[in-house]
């Protein structure tokens, strides 16, 4: 069974950073993706980030240049450093896992920007 759990999340001023977190568990392919979606309140849920297991990455228009994604060297860890955070940034963010034509998705972390 697949776990995904992230970490990471919690209250920064507007123009801070903070980094999230997400180790996967389970039985994984080694050919994935995984990646970061964020619902804020009243919103549908978005994809932000994603990179591939060749580390080919992207990125919504709205963090482009802002945050970054990237795997650990443990393949099935991920990570999202968010720059100059904005409060339009709040939401909460779900770690991410496509494999064998399955998603999967974290618990979630808040992530609260305040301005």
């Known amino acids: 069974q697949v776990q995904l759990v992230e970490s990471g999340g919690g209250v920064v001023q507007y123009g801070g950073s903070l980094r999230l977190s997400c180790a996967a568990s389970?039985?994984?392919?080694?050919?994935?993706?995984m990646g970061w979606y964020r619902q804020a309140p009243g919103k549908q849920r978005e994809l932000v980030a994603k990179?591939?297991?060749?580390?080919?990455?992207s990125y919504s228009d709205s963090v482009l240049g802002r945050f970054a994604i990237a795997r650990g060297d443990a393949r099935n860890t991920v990570y999202l450093q968010m720059n100059s955070l904005k409060p339009e940034d709040t939401a909460v963010y779900y770690c991410?896992?496509?494999?064998?034509?399955?998603?999967?998705w974290g618990k979630g972390t808040l992530v609260t920007v305040s301005s």
């Open positions: 991410w896992l496509f494999v064998n034509y399955m998603n999967y």
């Open positions: 389970g039985s994984i392919l080694s050919t994935n993706v």
């Open positions: 990179i591939t297991s060749g580390d080919s990455t």
